[in-house]
């Protein structure tokens, strides 16, 4: 369970949903946040946001969609979170005790923490919400880091003790999942609860409203124990269309977005901008890739996903596209961290050897038309990716370009978020698709990529199975010794390049643009997010009133 993107919908692997408000890494900013950081806080005024796709889910063990995510975020508490230096601190948690052979962690739990209801808190919901987790009928992706509990107890109503059979390296931090009210939940059909549109948690903001595909609207918990947030209210307005979302910033009826490369680089560089709003850039801890359904006949074959990203010219994506605003891809680990492989398999741009391995799979041009056939089938697939992602529709039709020159036809279809999740990713109905992960801090990739998780709603959605490769995911979610992991995530990675299950295409800069009204930020490894309970508006510069 690991952590998010801002502005591009995308798939989550979400541990970090205490980071889930922005991506990772130490952000640069244009505008002078300090200076203005002149008044003292106050309490008042709403955050309006901008996203292009609606949650799915309000329960955060059944959405594996950003939006949702996002939302959850600010709603629920884990056991333990990620500080500003991506440090794991407590979060219902106070404290906790790890012992001398790791496989036992005690958690001693905040006292005085109450649910949105009222209810208290107690190691009850800790308990409930582990047994819900592994239970075979709950319908999620993220039960494999629980399922290697030996054993989960309550010895009393502050204390949470779990005991692993064998050593697991993320063992502490897959416990910054959200928690969820066993008060309200035990004895229910989790998946007919009204708590996926009506959440109550014990997060910082409590859940007010949610209009589908328009607003979901949350307001401040004035008794959230880690102090009420100065910002009254948070709003999130569904605006599926980019061109549409950056009108209403520039009205300043959005008070934050995520911006395409075009709307930072040129489109906010005017007087407008620059007097009322500061950006943030940073490379996000998430990666764009084209993922094959390895189901599909045309992707069995190795030399054809390998041939294929021989044909993608990254660097022309990454200029084009994103006017420079990132990186490429190679493989599913952020450049810089210690998990990254930098010697794996390069595909650079080669037209030459993607005909030599198209023909080596038995791939020819037999009638002169451009096309490539084999046994009488000319090769012709769809790519899918989601509406309301312009940089996304721009790579693909870039890719369905140059994949023409080679003699593949390639066809583009566009589909709303919430439909594309439902009828075509759960259901593993497509030929290939455009997507992003966010990149967990503790690699353990396991949900998305080890053979035994391709079931409905699970991660591995391609259907990717290598049996080298889940003795590396087994081994290394298993190792302590961060040398001996990084050998077992070096090789895992080399055996991705080898296979392409995914053509691994960019790392993109996050561009975040944020009203100067708002005080509080501080730009950190951990991105703007960390602190948004810190964040303020000076009492004579809000601008709207919740209303209760």
């Known amino acids: 369970m690991k952590s998010v993107m801002c502005r591009s919908l995308s798939l989550i692997i979400p541990i970090a949903v205490v980071l889930a408000f922005f991506a990772c890494s130490r952000p640069q900013q244009d505008g002078d946040v300090s200076a203005r950081a002149d008044k003292p806080p106050a309490y008042g005024d709403i955050l309006v946001r901008g996203d292009i796709g609606d949650a799915s889910n309000l329960i955060p063990l059944l959405a594996s969609d950003s939006a949702s995510h996002s939302i959850a975020g600010m709603i629920y508490n884990g056991l333990v979170k990620y500080d500003k230096n991506m440090n794991v601190v407590g979060d219902l948690a106070e404290s906790w005790d790890i012992s001398q052979n790791g496989l036992i962690i005690t958690f001693h739990l905040r006292r005085g923490v109450k649910w949105h209801d009222g209810a208290p808190f107690t190691s009850a919901d800790v308990l409930y919400t582990y047994r819900v987790t592994v239970d075979p009928q709950t319908p999620t992706a993220y039960a494999g880091d629980f399922l290697l509990v030996q054993k989960a107890e309550a010895p009393d109503d502050y204390t949470f003790r779990v005991t692993y059979a064998r050593p697991f390296a993320p063992a502490l931090v897959s416990w910054a999942s959200a928690v969820l009210p066993r008060h309200l939940l035990e004895g229910e059909d989790i998946t007919q609860s009204p708590l996926s549109r009506r959440p109550i948690g014990t997060g910082p903001y409590k859940f007010k409203e949610w209009v589908a595909g328009q607003k979901i609207v949350l307001a401040a918990n004035e008794e959230y124990f880690g102090g009420r947030p100065y910002i009254d209210g948070r709003i999130t307005r569904i605006i599926p269309d980019s061109a549409t979302m950056f009108l209403e910033l520039r009205a300043q009826n959005l008070g934050m977005m995520g911006l395409t490369p075009l709307q930072y680089t040129r489109q906010t560089d005017n007087n407008l901008f620059k007097n009322n709003f500061n950006k943030f850039r940073y490379l996000a801890f998430a990666y764009t890739y084209l993922g094959y359904n390895l189901k599909n006949p045309l992707f069995t074959d190795r030399r054809v996903r390998q041939a294929i990203s ?181 090789r895992f990675q080399e055996i991705l390049a080898e296979d392409q299950p995914y053509t691994f295409l960019y790392v993109p800069d996050e561009l975040i643009i944020v009203n100067n009204r708002f005080r509080g930020i501080e730009p950190a490894p951990a991105g703007i997010g960390h602190n948004f309970e810190a964040w303020y508006v000076p009492k004579d510069e809000q601008k709207y009133t919740m209303t209760k």
């Not at 006017?323 to 998990?339: D, E, I, N, Q, V």
């Not at 020819?364 to 940089?391: M, S, V």
């Not at 023409?404 to 698709?433: L, M, P, Q, Y």
């Open 310 to 490: 021989y044909a993608i010219n990254k660097d022309e994506i990454i200029s084009g596209v994103l006017l420079g605003l990132g990186r490429p891809a190679t493989g599913p680990y952020k450049h810089g961290t210690w998990a990254h492989n930098d010697k794996v398999k390069i595909y650079s741009y080669d037209p030459g050897r993607v005909r030599e391995l198209l023909g080596q799979a038995g791939w020819a041009d037999a009638n002169g038309d451009g096309i490539l056939e084999k046994n009488g089938r000319p090769f012709e697939f769809e790519i899918l990716t989601n509406q309301g992602n312009e940089t996304r529709q721009k790579c693909a039709e870039i890719i369905q370009r140059q994949l023409k020159e080679v003699g593949i036809v390639v066809k583009i279809r566009i589909v709303e978020w919430s439909a594309f999740i439902t009828h075509f990713i759960n259901k593993r109905n497509f030929d290939a698709v455009i997507l992003g992960w966010t990149i967990p801090l503790d690699p353990d990739a396991y949900d998305v990529w080890y053979s035994g998780k391709t079931a409905p709603e699970e991660l591995n959605f391609v259907s990717y199975r290598n049996p080298e490769a889940d003795e590396m995911l087994e081994k290394g979610r298993s190792t302590f010794d961060q040398a001996a992991r990084k050998k077992y995530y070096d």
